[in-house]
């Protein structure tokens, strides 16, 4: 069964350095996107992508962050300048047709720690 | 704006016997997509069960059935015959039709299964 999949699994990067996560969706959805979880906390949407620019963005997602469809199968999230408040999990999510079911896939995440 | 709130952090159960995980939501729409995910703790959060408001037919997957009441905006999630491979921890999920495609999501709900 095709998954979502992202890499790395765990980033440790240092406070102000510049971090790019990285997904690759389901091969054939048109809908991407980007949730975190901070330890302990619920899941926060991000932002959605969509004909290759961002549909939706939350207020968490300022001009630190951006994203990215480099080729037709890659999906990246880039934090331009890390900060402590920053480390959390985050999750790529793609849905094939949000007018046929709405369902939205996700990723096994990525464990981002700012130090 | 839509919230969804889960008002039990923890819940546990015995092997084989059945648990209800409470959810409620708010929201002023009237077409919208509810889910229940399940993050293992592995952390890959999966779909366990898909609700459309516009259906009254409760939804039924296996071992899983909702009991979604629109007017109270209440959508439980009702484990069966529980495993001890259904430990985990349990989000209630809300998603628009119109505009938005984020998916809402309340605080999580840690299931325990007592062999």
């Known amino acids: 069964e095709p998954e979502v999949t992202q890499t790395p699994s765990h980033q440790v990067t240092q406070m102000g350095q510049e971090v790019i996560l990285r997904c690759v969706p389901i091969s054939n959805h048109l809908y991407f996107y980007w949730y975190r979880q901070i330890l302990g906390q619920k899941v926060e949407f991000l932002v959605s992508f969509y004909n290759n620019e961002i549909s939706e963005k939350s207020e968490i997602f300022d001009d630190q962050f951006s994203v990215e469809r480099p080729d037709g199968s890659n999906f990246t999230l880039k934090i331009r300048s890390t900060k402590l408040e920053d480390s959390a999990m985050y999750f790529c999510?793609?849905?094939?047709?949000?007018?046929?079911?709405?369902?939205?896939?996700f990723g096994p995440g990525t464990r981002l720690t700012v130090t | 704006a839509q919230t969804v709130t889960q008002s039990q952090p923890e819940m546990s159960v015995q092997e084989a016997e059945t648990v209800t995980l409470s959810c409620t939501y708010d929201t002023s729409e009237s077409d919208y997509y509810l889910f229940w995910y399940k993050q293992p703790p592995s952390r890959q959060m999966i779909l366990v069960i898909r609700?459309?408001?516009?259906?009254?037919q409760n939804a039924t997957e296996n071992r899983f059935s909702v009991n979604f009441q629109k007017a109270a905006k209440s959508f439980s999630l009702k484990i069966s015959d529980s495993q001890l491979g259904d430990a985990a921890m349990y989000f209630c999920?809300?998603?628009?039709?119109?505009?938005?495609?984020?998916?809402?999501f309340g605080q999580g709900t840690r299931l325990t299964i007592n062999p």
């Open positions: 999510a793609s849905s094939e047709n949000l007018a046929v079911t709405y369902e939205q896939y």
């Open positions: 999920a809300y998603i628009s039709i119109q505009g938005a495609q984020k998916l809402v």
């Open positions: 609700q459309e408001a516009y259906k009254q």
